[in-house]
């Protein structure tokens, strides 16, 4: 693996000098007066070329969307500069637990409403690519887009995408990322990989569609298990945290070699995606003439729709030098650890295997954003949960969806609804129904909607799961009923919005390895406002503001009150020059925040420890030229102790245990080309 990687950063490399150097040769210019009037007044000619041929201004100029999978939606690519996490996987509402890379959660309560089979390792979901983030494009030219970023303590992170039209009915695309960071505290190294190739072909009679999307993800994280005594951070040889003994692991293996990705103690998953979408419609045949040119034309009708999606995935905690004193001492382990030196694993494979077939109609020709699709599938699933225990489950579901954009582009209507009908699921169902009205264009859109999902609770709290949990037992469905409601006016860059949260049977861990169910039915409200304001002519404001609350003694903590503000200088500065630069700062009530198990990689609820930390400040210098941006910042900046001389160690703390990043220094450049 480590051998890949070096070959294809050096290919890499070598694939950006040559598209630079071919963005460097000058275009051929050629003259707009070919032709000279004779003495007699005739026309001649000269020898060159005449004077009807003209340079093609769109030679260097690409037309390029993409529409996400399962979507009718096309967008255009995102230039912007001024908001740093739309390009780094890593959202501003979510916190790791001390390194790029590591377990991640999400200041915002997000209940987990996927219905059917599911695994339950979500803490490092918010890295990789997925079959929902899938983007297919359609672009005029090949383009690529490759981007390095360095950061304190050799972090790296590298995104390469590249995607062409081999012919009008034929795009396919290819993107690897990568992200390492050895980390700024002991057995914290991370490293994430992630390739995805995506290929769209519609044939030229228009009848006939293919969807093909290869995913291949592998999340390796070491787990130190928080540090034994954060205060020990303050009183450290030449101010290194690296120094801070850590709950769990065995120093003498730990190495910040950004090339070694050796997890001795941590983490290790791995998943490849397989899905293939194909289609078939039936309609009516049209032409349209223009001039002297017929196009022709194909409205579908009727369509007959199948989907195999193949999912291999791996779920394995090891620690292969465990010290049984740290196990007992720090985190009650309900298991046996023999002798210091012991190897601890869990590991489990899920093998997933899901045929779709649907069908679907089309009531107005013209309006190909209204459909109605309904389908039925068959799911095989096989469980690996030790070298000689394994089992198989299965599931039957249907499904409906109706969707409609109306012609004058006023109205969008979605309803959708899947219900499992037998297999190990069987009982599981999601209903979604959303309306949205565009009131003008001055005054925005409105949207609302209800979503209830019944859900079997993830596999990680079944019985039959091999990872560490004391109370093994069968739990009843999760039920959550969400109402939703978004206003947003694009004119005066205002957004507000709300979700309003029933919840009944809800499964949660509130220990290391002890799982719980909350038969109680509870609320919980949150209501977001975002809005940019204009404070002079290059200076703007930037707010995000979420308020949360939950009704009675629910077992969910979040902040109730949190809030990101960016305060920027920018503009259009010269001919090509775009800048942003300014102060980003995070803010969030101190709360009860979850606390970690490495061992189940889940995050836990708890009452012990509350947080009081400062609010988080970032410098940031960001700019583009044509194709090229760049990404300087300073970001940490709230660490600086003045009571310690002039020293950046004053660390915020969340969850227990786990301080987060000292002063931080990162620089990344993203270049595109149109080739």
């Known amino acids: 693996m480590i051998r890949f990687q070096k070959i294809f950063l050096v290919f890499i490399s070598l694939l950006a000098s040559h598209f630079a150097f071919a963005q460097g040769i000058p275009k051929q210019i050629t003259s707009s007066s070919m032709s000279s009037f004779s003495s007699q007044g005739g026309n001649q000619q000269k020898t060159k070329k005449d004077s009807l041929q003209h340079r093609d201004d769109l030679k260097d100029s690409i037309t390029i969307s993409y529409k996400y999978f399962d979507s009718s939606r096309s967008h255009s690519l995102d230039s912007s500069i001024n908001d740093f996490t739309k390009k780094l996987p890593l959202p501003y509402y979510y916190n790791h637990i001390g390194n790029y890379g590591s377990a991640a959660y999400s200041l915002l309560f997000q209940p987990n409403v996927k219905i059917g089979w599911d695994a339950g390792f979500h803490q490092f979901d918010v890295y990789n690519l997925s079959v929902e983030n899938t983007k297919f494009y359609q672009t005029t030219k090949p383009y690529s887009e490759l981007a390095y970023m360095i950061g304190n303590k050799a972090e790296q992170f590298v995104d390469f995408l590249h995607t062409q ?71 450290l040889t030449f101010s290194d945290p690296y120094q801070a003994m850590s709950r769990l692991g065995y120093a003498g293996t730990q190495s910040r070699n950004p090339f070694n990705v050796t997890i001795n103690t941590g983490n290790a998953y791995f998943n490849n995606t397989l899905l293939i979408r194909h289609q078939y419609d039936f309609g009516q045949r049209d032409s349209l003439v223009l001039d002297t040119v017929t196009v022709p034309l194909f409205y579908p009708r009727f369509r007959i729709q199948h ?158 799961t091999i990872f560490p949990l004391k109370n093994r037992q069968s739990f009843n469905k999760e039920n959550t009923t969400n109402l939703f409601a978004l206003y947003e006016n694009p004119v005066q860059h205002f957004k507000l919005s709300g979700n309003y949260y029933l919840i009944g049977n809800y499964v949660y861990m509130d220990s290391f390895f002890t799982a719980r169910q909350e038969a109680t ?155």
């Not at 034929?170 to 490293?191: C, D, I, V």
């Not at 995506?198 to 070491?222: D, G, V």
């Not at 599931?395 to 037998?422: F, H, I, P, S």
């Open 307 to 464: 989907t195999l999606n193949y999912s291999n995935s791996i779920y394995n905690y090891r620690d292969i030098y465990a010290i049984d004193s740290l196990y007992t001492t720090y985190f009650n382990y309900p298991y046996t650890v023999s002798a210091t030196g012991d190897t601890v694993s869990f590991k489990e494979q899920w093998k997933v295997l899901t045929n779709e077939l649907s069908m679907i109609t089309f009531p107005e020709k013209n309006n190909q954003s209204q459909f109605l699709k309904i389908g039925a599938a068959l799911q095989n699933l096989k469980a690996e949960y030790s070298d000689t225990v394994s089992k198989t489950y299965y599931n039957l579901y249907g499904l409906a969806e109706y969707r409609n954009r109306t012609r004058n582009q006023k109205w969008d209507v979605e309803a959708a609804g899947k219900l499992y009908l037998n297999g190990t699921n069987a009982g599981d169902y999601a209903v979604l129904i959303s309306l949205k009205r565009e009131l003008s264009k001055k005054a925005g859109n409105l949207q609302i909607g209800f979503q209830n999902v019944n859900r079997t609770p993830s596999a990680i709290f079944s019985p039959e």
């Open 521 to 675: 039915l509870f609320n919980f409200l949150r209501i977001s406002l975002e809005k940019k304001f204009r404070l002079a002519k290059n200076l703007n404001w930037y707010t995000e503001n979420h308020l949360q609350q939950t009704t009675g003694n629910a077992p969910v903590h979040v902040p109730l009150f949190f809030s990101r503000n960016r305060i920027a200088f920018e503009g259009n500065f010269y001919t090509n020059l775009f800048l942003s630069t300014g102060l980003e700062i995070k803010y969030y009530t101190n709360y009860q925040v979850d606390n970690y198990s490495p061992f189940t990689g889940q995050f836990f609820y708890q009452s012990v420890y509350t947080t009081a930390n400062r609010p988080t400040v970032d410098f940031f210098f960001h700019f583009r030229i044509k194709g090229f941006k760049c990404f300087s910042r300073i970001e940490n900046l709230q660490t600086l102790n003045t009571a310690d001389g002039f020293k950046f160690n004053h660390y915020n703390i969340a969850p227990q245990n786990y301080p987060a990043l000292g002063l931080w220094l990162r620089l990344g450049v993203w270049w595109s080309f149109v080739n």
């Open 165 to 235: 039209n081999r012919k009008t009915n034929f795009n396919f695309s290819f993107e690897y990322k990568f992200s390492n960071s050895p980390g700024l505290y002991r057995l914290q190294n991370a490293n994430h990989s992630n390739m995805r190739i995506t290929a769209h072909y519609k044939s030229h009679n228009k009848r006939y569609e293919l969807y093909f999307i290869m995913i291949n993800t592998a999340n390796n994280a070491s787990e130190n298990g928080g540090l034994k005594n954060v205060t020990q951070l303050y009183n």
